[in-house]
RNA sequence: GCUGGCAUAGCUCAGCGGUAGAGCGCCACCUUGGUAAGGUGGAGGUCCUGGGUUCAAUCCCCAGUGCCAGCUCCA
């Protein structure tokens, strides 16, 4: 018999070899006709799944998040299918998973498939599900799967299978519905009019296995719920996130341009877009003035030599700027060499060559071996918002998030092996500040490993191993949450990485505080202990934002647009109800200027409705509507970019209430309460 | 870097083998209007760049550049 134990605690019991849609049915019919799959002990499986002895079954159905990536994982069977349809036997499948919105599946397709042909996909797919295809597994060993495969004119899955083999596996699993075989582990749903709303997003390539070496597929998206209007609500979603994109938003509000002809990845921070970054980076300012950093400044470019004692120039090569060479300067005519210290000096700048560097830490490393240091000078905080560049590859460029040149908010903090845990976790707990300050709510927090398998990591092991110890206990001691990612570390240290997500769902990483025992081993930094001898420093590299590039980037679709307002750019706009009142219009902005409120005007012909729609357009906080009345008494009509008419006040009450506002950064959502 | 798509007015986009359009924006005039679009007129284009096919190319072909999506990479 089979004892099934149930999520509500009751058993049942039912004959040996009874399958889970036995079980459902027994259960009742409305459970049986919502059944997708079924846990049974922890496992996912099918609905003819058999059960013998004592199981714990839970029935996974539609309202199961587990049900919706089951039926995904079908239709990605289904698009296979199809294609197998549409283009014949030489279609070869590959891997097709459930991701977070859906699926993917990568093929190899005849050449010229392009996403023009994604709704002839759909038709096709929808015949398949139409017929309700029932979907049947077979476990067979390794070389029958092999067998089969090879009979579907398939080449890519005896990788696979020999994979598994490898693994040990001593059966896999064969799935079909109607005239489609493909490997899978399962499961599936029952039949494929499960799948009841799907759409196919997109075309791009993909690599086989990842590697970019090998064959380049074509990955073919979509997804698929089990209401149509659940379906819709996604895309209606995704409409709203394309109007949070920083790249339409910084078009739409004049934040930032990039120029071809500058250069690609290269920001054009407009004025707007630069205000903003200017009151971020004075945010910043202030609390390092307050966590004791000291300022810095250091150039754009610096001697190669230094980047090859650093050790960046190697382990970086691929993503620099090329060099600059000195030697094209002194060509025979610039030369002109008339004696031996003539020569000597251009046989140095023959061989001198800059970097535009791609990374501040070896300049502060300067900055702080310039001078002897004692004990007592430690720890020594460097800061620099330090522009650097990185030649990254063309594909990779992306608005604000991914760019050529930025500046980080970054800081070196050089300490003493016993001052370690305490910095780390002062600039963790900086870093959680800022976050919290610009209400991120939605933060992965990653420790980075070395992988020590891996060449890329320079440095002892020893003291890996202790840096690596050092950040597990900090973030243990504050009891921050933390996902672990093995080879995802800075090549000289181990980190903690702030990472975010995109409207589009992508990450990124801004905040990082890393851990650093091989540049002061590198540059041979030291200072005098209390014991008179000579000691290593310990290195903390962290950049808060990261970069200010990618930070705004990320902070514009934080908040579409609408920035508290402390952050605006524009913080009021001054609309006059008709030109008579533009006199006074114009007073009022002089007023809130002196008062350093950022204000523009509107004194054009425009009605005020034009007016307020474009201020509000531009989501600019405040809007002040003055007329005759409002010039008589001294007042401001105000309104937010909300919606809200707030009705008038006196113009000193209403930059009062702004100063508050800024003051506390508070969320600028125009919270002025009408009375008080 | 790879695969695919796209590139037309300041912006968003339509269009066609016979040298080009809309809406918004801009400028001017009229209007002086009280909380999300007043009216009229006007200016504005190397149809991304370079080759090729053609009597003729913005359109078709090739190459390049840039952008978009994904992959790969990522300090």
New binding site residues.
């Given amino acids: 018999m089979a004892s099934i134990k149930l999520p509500d605690g009751s058993v049942k019991e039912m004959a040996d070899g009874s399958s889970v849609m036995q079980l459902a049915e027994s259960i009742g019919r409305g459970l049986a006709k919502a059944a997708i799959a079924a846990n049974v002990d922890g496992k996912l499986v099918d609905l003819f799944y058999p059960l013998a002895g004592p199981h714990e079954v839970r029935i996974v159905t539609e309202r199961d998040p587990d049900g919706l990536q089951v039926m995904r994982h079908s239709a990605a069977h289904v698009l296979a299918q199809a294609l197998r349809h549409l283009y014949g036997r030489d279609v070869q499948y590959t891997i097709g998973p459930v991701i977070e919105n859906g699926f993917f599946y990568d093929f190899e397709l005849p ?2 498939f ?2 023009d042909e994604l709704p002839k996909v759909e038709a096709e797919m929808q015949k398949l599900i139409d017929a309700n295809l029932a979907f049947s597994r077979q476990d067979v060993p390794p070389e029958e799967a092999r067998r089969i495969l090879r009979g579907e004119n398939q080449r890519f899955k005896d990788e696979i299978i020999d994979e598994l083999e490898k693994a040990g596996e001593k059966t896999v699993s064969v799935y079909r519905e109607g005239d489609f075989t493909d490997l899978c582990r399962g499961p599936h749903v029952p039949a494929t009019g499960k799948i009841k709303a799907f759409k196919l997003m ?6 086989w296995r ?3 070496n090998r064959e ?1 597929l ?2 073919v998206y979509g997804t698929a719920f089990f209401d149509k209007k659940e379906l819709e609500k996604y895309l209606n979603l995704l409409e709203e996130a394309k109007k949070r994109d920083h ?1 339409v938003l910084g ?1 739409q509000l004049s934040l930032f341009t ?1 120029s ?1 002809l500058v250069g ?2 290269l920001i054009l921070w407009m004025p707007k877009g630069a205000m903003l970054r200017y009151q971020l980076e004075t945010f910043i300012r202030q609390e390092l003035t307050r966590r004791g950093y000291q300022q810095v400044y250091t150039p754009h470019v610096g001697n190669i030599e230094l980047y090859k004692r650093s050790g ?1 120039y190697p382990y ?1 090569k ?3 700027y090329p060099p600059i060479h000195m030697a094209e300067r002194t060509g025979p005519v610039a030369g002109a060499a008339t004696g031996p210290a003539d020569l000597s000096r251009q046989a140095a700048l023959d061989t001198e060559e800059y970097l535009l560097k ?2 501040n830490c070896p300049h502060h490393i300067q900055i702080f071996a310039a001078e002897p240091k004692s004990y007592r000078d430690l720890p020594v905080r460097l800061a620099e918002f330090g522009t650097v560049y ?1 030649y ?8 604000l998030t ?1 760019v050529r040149g930025f500046t980080q908010d970054d800081a070196h903090l050089f300490c003493t092996p016993q001052q370690v845990e305490e910095e780390f976790r002062s600039t963790i707990e900086l870093v959680q500040f800022v976050f919290r300050s610009l209400q991120f709510q939605d933060v992965e927090v990653r420790l980075s490993l070395r992988d020590p398998a891996s060449a ?1 990591f320079a440095g002892d092991p020893k003291l890996w191993d202790l840096a690596e110890a050092q950040l597990a206990k900090v973030l243990t001691e504050i009891k921050l949450p933390h996902t672990v990612a093995k080879g ?1 570390a ?2 000289y240290g181990p980190k903690v990485d702030f990472i975010v997500r995109d409207v ?1 769902g ?1 990450k990124w ?1 801004l905040g ?1 505080v890393q851990l650093d025992y091989v540049l002061p081993e590198r540059f041979e930094l030291e200072y005098v202990g209390p014991d008179g001898k000579k000691h290593r420093p310990v290195m903390i590299h962290r950049a808060p934002f990261g970069s200010m590039e990618r930070f705004t980037g990320i902070l514009i679709e934080h908040f579409a647009g609408a920035f508290p307002l402390w952050l605006a750019p524009v913080q009021a706009a001054v609309l ?5 009142s533009n006199s006074y219009a114009a007073e009022v902005v002089q007023t809130l200027q002196q008062a350093g409120l950022r204000v523009e005007a509107n004194l054009s ?6 007016k ?2 474009e201020a ?2 531009q989501k600019v906080p405040y ?1 002040l ?6 010039a008589q008494g001294r007042l401001v ?1 105000v ?1 937010t ?1 909300a ?1 809200v ?1 707030q ?2 006040m006196p113009l000193e009450q209403f930059i009062g209430r702004c100063q508050k506002e800024i003051a506390d950064h508070g969320l600028g959502e125009a919270k002025i309460p009408v009375s008080a």
């Fill in positions: 050449p010229g392009s996403a997109s075309v791009a390539g993909a690599y990842g590697d970019s380049q074509t990955r790249r078009k990039i071809p690609s990845g960046h970086y691929e993503s620099q791609p990374m990185r990254e590859d063309s594909g990779e460029l992306n608005g991914r890329k995802e800075a090549f589009l992508r990483q990082t006059s109800i008709s030109e008579k012909a425009d009605k005020i409705g034009a307020i729609r509000t357009l809007m509507i003055v007329g005759e009345k409002e009509a309104r970019r919606g008419d009705g008038q």
